[in-house]
């Protein structure tokens, strides 16, 4: 969770595999979702290997990421739609 934090407090890309993609994302919101479940809210940039759509908000599950990186490449600007009171969230623990 600490790198997650240092990626969103720099504005920092990040990628890690999840459910056998890997996905390049913007991180956003960090937090605790309804289900008790630490969570990224993130603007998904890129998928390797899957068909699924990019460009997108997407939340993912802690405790299925892997191999998470922190990239060079930062971003400067919050995505349309984004909400940083997000109410599918219980628990906030970090934003841009």
């Given at each position: 969770?600490?790198?997650?934090?240092?990626?969103?407090g720099a504005?920092?890309?990040?990628?890690?595999s999840?459910?056998?993609e890997?996905f390049?994302v913007?991180?956003?919101?960090?937090?605790k979702?309804?289900?008790n479940q630490?969570?990224l809210?993130?603007?998904?940039?890129?998928?390797?290997?899957a068909?699924?759509a990019?460009?997108q908000?997407k939340?993912?599950?802690?405790n299925?990421?892997?191999?998470?990186v922190?990239?060079?490449?930062?971003?400067?600007?919050?995505?349309?739609?984004?909400?940083?009171?997000?109410?599918?969230m219980?628990r906030?623990?970090?934003?841009?």
């Amino acid at each position: 969770m600490e790198e997650l934090s240092k990626a969103i407090g720099a504005r920092l890309l990040i990628q890690f595999s999840y459910s056998g993609e890997t996905f390049v994302v913007e991180p956003h919101l960090l937090g605790k979702n309804k289900n008790n479940q630490d969570c990224l809210c993130a603007w998904q940039i890129e998928t390797a290997g899957a068909e699924s759509a990019t460009n997108q908000w997407k939340c993912f599950l802690l405790n299925d990421m892997q191999n998470l990186v922190l990239l060079e490449q930062r971003f400067c600007k919050k995505r349309p739609g984004y909400d940083p009171y997000d109410n599918s969230m219980t628990r906030i623990y970090y934003r841009i």
